[in-house]
């Protein structure tokens, strides 16, 4: 048993993640706090149970900005070491949804793949642990910041690592804005015609976008109707459900790659977040006593102690 | 008259690709117009059809990247920045993968009007980080881009010519070495693609009119040699003419006028081009009398640089080659 292995279970694991972002969004008065509502489970059911992945590369406490990609920068390395090495048996991750990115490096803490220090980095000037995830952030591989590019990238990778002969998988985790980009549709049809089915991805479908409800601002309609006419196989569960992942993702999809559409809560175990509804993109509190309130009234909904704002 | 080549793109794709286990062909639905029909009939191993989707391809070609490919991108060059612009940055120049963007029909090579045209895209590749950016100017050089393009540790943007080719020169593109086609002292004519075989016919007729031109032709846009400009900038007394298949703004005239800037150089500069203008539809001899990107336009810009007539006529200029409009090269054809 190493450090990135654990016996916690992936409620526990989310309920961590929870925390951490809680904590770090009343602290610094703002963060994507709704996002690690509905976001939780998936993303620790990806990290501690489904998975294959190697233990980090990179060191527990992230370096500094690296500098962009150039012929000049010989150094440059992405945030991908924090997922493990990428060798032919492990699997591969992309957070599609860069702006989660919050959320996946308290889950990187959570499993043991990032000190907590890290978090206290993020969106600091210098730092690597950037606000919109940027492919040397820890964790990240690839630049998603601009949505429905992230299954493309991920069908072409698991296409070549296929010719290669490689039997780990390449995942996704999506959200459901972003199908509203036509690139997502462009994605699947390619996929599903190249019959790449060692490509995964889970939806984390909470219908909120930066604007409201997706329901208000673009109607995708069926999301699963369109993603089989497209060719991919989809399937709703239950987003906070580990058991309803690990079902799901056990059915067959020979030729086509398969889609996990978790339907989420965006206020999961912090019900006074819906007093923001529905705004809830980017959480910052309209004064310090609705800083205070929540943070009284979602810590007691998580269980844990209210943030100390003394030195805040 | 030059010798003409049928389909020089389409036999140095293939013996690039055999020899090298990690290049991969993709299309985006324009398989024969792009020449690489063939390919995808004799090794269908290689090819990925991506379908008319170039925002997917881009991203995709970036995902065959990481895991260590090479694609090649076959389409009009237009279709490789103006609709998947983002995802050229984001997914490949960005990251530096080793894409190989094949944009064939440059400019005004096209029929097809303001929407096939590829009339900024020099401008917009050079403007994006770790792009390289090459030019094909003859069969010779397209018989060479393949391997010129690969030897890019990084993404690369190229201008491909296809159906029947001029070839105007006898050894491979070096990338980074622009040729020097005429070594005269009283101007300097930049040009690429296209624009070289008008300033070759362009060049006799002011040979006999006593103006001594000095000739540079560019296959290497992204990295530029500027010393080497710089040097022939000195060698000439009057100034420089450019004539790009593009627009004025963002091409090789704003890129040598750069270069003079940056170094301070006094000299006059005309650039000819498409003059902030879209162009329509039309054969291409037309499009290039109309829009002013043929040998008599520079003659016309040189007489303009030094001050001077020379009394040449279309008479004068070397006839220029005229393609058959439904010949079997397709030379017209989309």
């Known amino acids: ?19 951490r972002v809680f904590e770090h969004t009343i602290r610094n008065n703002g963060g994507y706090l709704s996002q690690a509502c509905s976001a939780a489970e998936q993303l620790a059911w990806l990290y501690h149970d489904e998975l294959r992945l190697g233990p980090p590369t990179l060191p527990m406490i992230p370096e500094p900005f690296g500098g962009v990609p150039s012929a000049d920068n010989a150094g440059y390395r992405t945030g991908a070491g924090y997922n493990g090495p990428a060798a032919p048996q492990y699997d591969r991750l992309f957070i599609a949804p860069a702006h989660y990115a919050l959320v996946a490096y308290a889950t990187l803490i959570e499993t043991g793949r990032m000190a907590p220090e890290g978090l206290e980095m993020f969106n600091r000037d210098g730092s690597s642990v950037e606000m919109i995830g940027a492919e040397h952030s820890p964790g990240m591989e690839v630049h998603n910041g601009t949505l429905g590019i992230g299954l493309s990238t991920a069908a072409g990778l698991a296409w ?12 996704v985790f999506m959200s459901d804005g972003e199908v509203q980009e036509g690139q997502t549709w462009e994605a699947i049809q390619a996929a599903a015609h190249h019959r790449i089915d060692s490509l995964y991805a889970i939806m984390d479908v909470n219908d909120q976008q930066c604007d409201g409800a997706m329901s208000s601002v673009m109607d995708v309609r069926d999301i699963k109707a369109k993603i089989e006419a497209f060719g991919g196989v989809a399937v709703w569960i239950d987003g906070h459900d580990p058991d309803a992942m690990r079902r799901a993702v056990a059915i067959p999809h020979e030729g086509r790659p ?55 | 008259m030059p010798e003409m080549v049928n389909r020089p793109y389409e036999a140095a794709f293939e013996a690039h690709a055999l020899a090298n286990p990690d290049v991969l062909c993709l299309s985006a639905d324009l398989t024969s117009s792009c020449e690489i029909d063939r390919f995808r009939d004799n090794h269908p191993d290689r090819f990925l059809s991506l379908g008319m989707a170039e925002q997917n391809m881009l991203s995709f070609a970036g995902g065959l990247g990481l895991a260590g490919f090479r694609p ?83 993404p690369v943007y190229a201008r491909v010519l296809r159906g029947s080719v001029p070839r105007l020169f006898d050894t491979p593109i070096e990338v980074g070495k622009m040729r020097e086609l005429a070594h005269g002292g009283d101007v300097l004519v930049v040009t690429a693609g296209i624009a070289t075989e008008e300033a070759m016919r362009a060049r006799a007729a002011l040979d006999r009119a006593g103006l001594s031109v000095r000739h540079l032709h560019l296959n290497t846009i992204k990295p530029f040699d500027a010393a080497a400009l710089l040097d022939h900038i000195g060698s000439v007394r009057h100034g420089v003419v450019t004539l790009e298949n593009h627009v004025t703004e963002g091409g090789i005239g704003s890129l040598v006028a750069e270069t003079m800037a940056d170094a301070g150089i006094g000299k006059r500069l005309v650039r000819l081009g ?5 162009a329509h539809g039309g054969s291409r001899a037309y499009l290039m009398r109309y829009y002013g990107l043929d040998a008599l336009a520079l003659v016309r810009g040189i007489e303009g640089l030094v001050g001077e007539e020379f009394g040449i006529a279309e008479r004068d200029l070397d006839a220029a080659r005229i393609d058959a409009v439904h010949s079997d090269v397709k030379a017209e054809a989309l």
């Open chain 1, 1 to 19: 048993m190493t450090a990135w292995q654990n016996e916690r279970t992936v409620e526990d694991v989310a309920h961590g993640i929870r925390r």
């Open chain 1, 160 to 171: 070549g690592r296929a010719r290669r002969g490689d039997t780990g998988r390449t995942w």
């Open chain 1, 258 to 312: 398969l889609i996990l559409l978790a339907r989420t809560d965006p206020a999961r175990g912090m019900p006074p977040l819906m007093a923001r509804f529905p705004r809830l993109h980017y959480v910052r509190f309209k004064s310090a006593e609705e800083r205070a309130r929540m943070n009284r009234e979602i810590a007691e909904a998580l269980g844990t102690d209210p943030v100390s704002l003394e030195d805040a």
């Open chain 2, 72 to 154: 090649f991108l076959h389409t009009f060059g237009v279709f490789l920045y103006r609709r998947p612009y983002d995802q050229l940055v984001a997914s490949i120049a960005y990251p530096r993968r080793k894409v190989r963007l094949m944009g064939f029909l440059p400019g005004v090579t096209t029929p097809g009007g303001m929407t096939h045209q590829a009339i900024e895209d020099i401008s917009v590749m050079r403007s994006i980080p770790n792009m390289t950016v090459l030019e094909t100017g003859d069969a010779t050089e397209v018989e060479s881009i393949c391997a010129a393009a690969d030897s890019i540790d990084g």
């Open chain 2, 274 to 278: 498409l003059r902030d203008t879209y």
